[in-house]
């Protein structure tokens, strides 16, 4: 059975850091698209950032750009999202997910691409 655990969220301040992960278990995470949504109260869940299954090729949303850095590490079975200079608006759960074709490029659009996903973690960012 495949799982994916969130583990990293927390109240913060603004500006403050938070580095999220995504463990999965009964399922290699290798040369799998993975990707990280974020859904706050009242409100859609929306991309956050990807990195592929083939190149490890990263996206980003342009409200998390050069703030936000996913990254994989393949000898864990753990992706992560490493979270700088937070700000109010980043407050939502953030959930990973997982594409189960192999080699596949990544997307931060639709959720229907993405087959698995974790229960996701709860970020709230003071101001």
């Known amino acids: 059975q495949v799982q994916l655990v969130e583990s990293g969220g927390g109240l913060m301040h603004t500006g403050g850091s938070l580095r999220l992960s995504c463990a999965a278990s009964?399922?290699?995470?290798?040369?799998?698209?993975i990707g990280w949504y974020r859904q706050a109260p009242g409100k859609e869940r929306e991309g956050v950032s990807c990195i592929s299954g083939s190149t490890g090729s990263t996206l980003y949303a342009d409200s998390v750009k050069g703030r936000f850095t996913v990254s994989r590490d393949n000898t864990k079975n753990t992706v992560y999202l490493q979270m700088n200079s937070l700000k109010p608006e980043d407050t939502a759960v953030y959930y990973c997910a997982v594409d189960r074709g192999y080699g596949s490029s990544c997307s931060i659009g639709a959720i229907w691409e993405y087959d698995y996903w974790g229960q996701g973690t709860q970020v709230t960012v003071s101001s």
């Open positions: 009964g399922f290699t995470l290798d040369y799998h698209a």
